[in-house]
């Protein structure tokens, strides 16, 4: 989804990939000049590519106080906003289908002015990321460094992230709340600005391929698994990043209410220090949400401290929780083995943060650790359900890095023992912006190449005209094969049918097997079980026309730097398999299954070469069926003059225009002849006497002319330029399906 503007014909674009999430936002830069990415220095941040809270505050004067300062401070501040990332049909009223409809038919620079967004949480919502969005964006520092990029840039993409599972509402809805700060702007950085969403998994997906050279087969499923502040969203993508076969996720068990679990560990132990001081932190908290949030940070602090500590002995890692004058200690071990394994995750949420009902009892006595290993399993069990076995796990979101998820996913999933089979990035925090950054230069050179494609695929283009210069080798393939099928398929059987009886004469033979010929369908279904006919044309669309646009496509692919498909994969008309490696009892068993659009790419052109031809062979056709019945013709006439003429009434007549010689006989009478053989309804000892060996010879040498002519009517101009057409029109898809494979790669990096 985007809202466009209008640029410049120049297309040195400059792309932003901001990753606003529940916890903490980052942004990351590139320019489609360029493969790098580049980290943005954050409001309140010394160097580029640190992460920030994603929160704000304002202080008793009414000033903006941003990020970090918060924690540091909070007895100055009157507000803090923080937490304030949500779904947004979560934030609405119930809406009838009708609605969602009307809803999502309204602009987005419009959406908000309709009555559900004027007031509630909805409204809050939209203000508070409005706020947050536009001190990211023109922080001084931030814009500086941005500047740095846009030199003899012509645009400003700006790319920003949703879950996968959010719906067509919920995007449209995000969308019209960012477009209310700057990014809805005219100009940003003095440059065309254009806002577009994308999917948040899409984006990891990108930078886990990009930053670890990852390489997917086909049919290959990989899960995506983004632990984050506020929810954990579940993924599974193909080797196309675009195709999300599997989304669900957890709306409730995101790493914010481990911070929780820890604010409540952090009272209990004040107490336990000092009764006094206690009741003294109460007294500070006490209806003052300020001060409560300030806490919160500063335990989710503590938590990141540690679990993104290096350090190998993890029982030695240990921090402090700072609030005003109060300390608590925390190491790892209490981390984990106390706060994370045993505390019971759902009085803490109903305590703080209003957790539905529902949900509480979902969660009964869970501990964090129990309640992700029992998502976790959930999520599994769904997915083979569906069919879907993933070979390789991904691991992003900054939550990812407490290191019992990691162990979790191996202890649930044995397929990811492999080292390449599970990946938990070094740095997540970045891997959204990152791969936001990466959309928008995978999909400015998916641009170029769809220009590419575009004039391959044109009227006169690269494929219309591979396909006309292999037609005169199609008609050479063919033209056999028709008089094959005319003789062996229609005539032969007709003369079997008559010389048994089934007609009563060889006229009513005749005038069946013209009419066979004349009807379109019949013709057409005949010339299609031809095997010999579908042979001629398979062989010629896979290894004449298949194989030359094949090496079109390829080049055009090595023109836009992707070099990972042969001219055999890139061939639309080659049968080809996908192979799956399935583990089986610890061995690898290869499933192949077979490319079905194959056979019905070959059908169809059978099908429109059939159907294209007959109009001009059709003359062709009895012209042959003459041929055949005038063989006919004399090898009875042949067996009548060498048996006695009693056989026939009126033969003596007949007799005597054949002379002494049969077949000059029959040249110069040929007419007269033929019209009373059509009449004569002869006896079984004629009809059997026929040789069919040599009558099928004779036939063959007859035809031979007539193949020639049908070769020349097929060459015809007119002829040759339908069946270009037509064989375009029915393989175009196939060849589309190719083009694409390769557009996934250059969208996938």
């Known amino acids: 989804m985007s809202t466009n503007k209008v640029v410049s014909a120049h297309r040195m674009r400059f792309f932003i990939g901001f990753d606003i999430g529940d916890a903490e936002s980052i942004i990351e830069m590139a320019i489609s000049s360029g493969d790098t990415v580049h980290p943005a220095i954050m409001p309140g941040k010394s160097s580029a590519g640190q992460a920030i809270p994603t929160l704000y505050a304002y202080d008793d004067d009414g000033n903006t106080v941003f990020a970090n300062q918060v924690a540091q401070d909070y007895d100055n501040l009157k507000a803090v906003e923080m937490n304030f990332k949500r779904r947004p049909s979560d934030l609405l009223p119930g809406l009838t289908p009708g609605r969602t409809n009307e809803l999502l038919g309204i602009s987005s620079r419009e959406l908000l002015d309709e009555p559900e967004f004027a007031s509630g949480p909805i409204r809050e919502f939209a203000e508070k990321l409005r706020t947050f969005v536009n001190i990211a964006l023109t922080e001084e520092r931030f814009v500086e460094r941005a500047r740095?990029?846009?030199?003899?840039?012509?645009?400003?993409?700006?790319?920003?992230?949703?879950?996968?599972?959010?719906?067509?509402?919920?995007?449209?809805?995000?969308?019209?709340?960012?477009?209310?700060?700057v990014i809805g702007e005219d100009t940003y950085l003095d440059l065309p600005v254009t806002l577009q969403l994308e999917y948040e998994s899409r984006a990891a997906f990108l930078y886990i391929k990009n930053t670890y050279s990852v390489r997917l087969a086909d049919g290959e499923f990989v899960g995506l698994m983004d632990v984050g502040s506020s929810t954990i969203d579940v993924s599974v993508l193909t080797k196309d990043s675009r195709n999300c076969v599997y989304d669900s996720g957890s709306n409730f068990l995101g790493a914010r209410s481990i911070d929780y679990l820890i604010l409540e560990y952090f009272i209990d132990q004040i107490r336990v220090q000092d009764e006094d001081d206690g009741n003294l932190l109460d007294t500070i908290l006490a209806g003052n949400e300020a001060a409560f949030r300030s806490l919160l940070i500063n335990c989710r602090f503590a938590k990141e401290a540690l679990f993104s500590s290096v350090t190998v002995d993890k029982s030695k890692v240990k921090t402090n929780i700072f609030f005003g004058d109060f300390r608590v200690r925390l190491t790892w071990d209490t981390l984990v083995n106390d706060i994370c394994a045993k505390r019971a995750v759902a009085p803490v949420l109903a305590k703080y943060?209003?957790?539905?009902?529902?949900?509480?009892?979902?969660?009964?006595?869970?501990?964090?650790?129990?309640?992700?290993?029992?998502?976790?399993?959930?999520?599994?069990n769904a997915m083979a359900n569906n069919g879907i076995t993933v070979t390789k796990l991904f691991l992003t979101g900054s939550a990812s890095q407490m290191s019992f998820v990691r162990d979790i996913c191996k202890e649930l999933l044995p397929q990811l023992k492999r080292e390449d089979s599970l990946?938990?990035?070094?740095?997540?925090?970045?891997?959204?912006?990152?791969?936001?950054?990466?959309v928008g230069l995978s999909e400015t050179r998916a641009d170029a190449f769809e220009k590419d494609m575009a004039l391959f695929f044109q009227a006169g283009g690269q494929m219309d005209q591979i396909i006309q210069h292999r037609i005169p080798d199609l008609i050479r393939a063919i033209v056999d094969p028709i008089a094959d099928t005319i003789q062996d398929d229609i005539v032969m059987p007709a003369v079997r049918k008559w010389k048994s009886g089934g007609y009563k004469t060889l006229g009513d033979m005749k005038r069946d097997i013209e009419a066979t010929c004349k009807d379109e369908k019949k013709f057409n279904a005949i010339l299609?079980?031809?095997?010999?006919?579908r042979d001629a044309i398979s062989s010629w669309i896979e290894h004449q026309v298949g194989h030359d646009i094949a090496l079109e496509l390829q080049g055009i692919a090595h023109k836009h730097n992707v070099f990972d498909f042969s001219v055999d994969q890139l061939n639309a008309f080659k049968e080809l398999s996908i192979t799956i490696d399935t583990p089986v009892n610890g061995a690898v068993v290869t499933k192949l299954i077979p490319a079905q659009e194959i056979a019905y790419a070959l059908a169809a052109v059978v099908g429109v070469v059939g159907w294209i031809i007959l109009p001009y062979i059709t003359g062709f056709i009895l012209g042959l069926i003459a041929v055949f019945f005038e063989t006919l013709a004399i090898s009875i006439l042949t067996f009548l003059i060498s048996n006695p003429l009693t056989l026939v009434a009126g033969f003596a007549a007949i007799a005597v225009l054949l002379g002494t010689s049969v077949l000059t006989g029959y040249k110069q009478n040929k007419d007269k002849i033929n019209a009373w053989l059509q009449e004569q309804n002869f006896p079984g000892v004629v009809r059997n006497a026929i040789n069919f060996d040599d009558l099928a010879s004779q036939m063959s040498q007859n035809r031979q002319e007539l193949v020639k002519k049908i070769s020349q009517e097929l060459n015809g101009s007119d002829t040759m330029d339908k069946l270009s057409k037509g064989i375009y029109s029915c393989t175009k898809s196939q060849v589309r399906d190719r083009a694409n494979q390769i557009r996934y790669e250059i969208e996938s990096r």
Not at 425 to 436: E, F, H, R, V, Y
Not at 528 to 533: I, L, N, P, Q, V
Request: contains cysteine; glycine residues 4%.
């Open 148 to 181: 740095a990029f846009t030199v003899s840039c012509s645009d400003c993409v700006i790319s920003v992230g949703h879950p996968t599972n959010w719906s067509d509402l919920d995007a449209h809805v995000y969308e019209a709340m960012l477009l209310q700060s």
């Open 528 to 533: 299609a079980d031809s095997e010999a006919f």
């Open 353 to 380: 943060c209003a957790l539905p009902e529902k949900t509480a009892l979902s969660l009964g006595n869970k501990s964090w650790i129990t309640a992700f290993r029992d998502f976790l399993s959930s999520q599994i």
């Open 423 to 438: 990946f938990d990035d070094t740095n997540p925090s970045n891997a959204i912006a990152n791969g936001l950054a990466r």
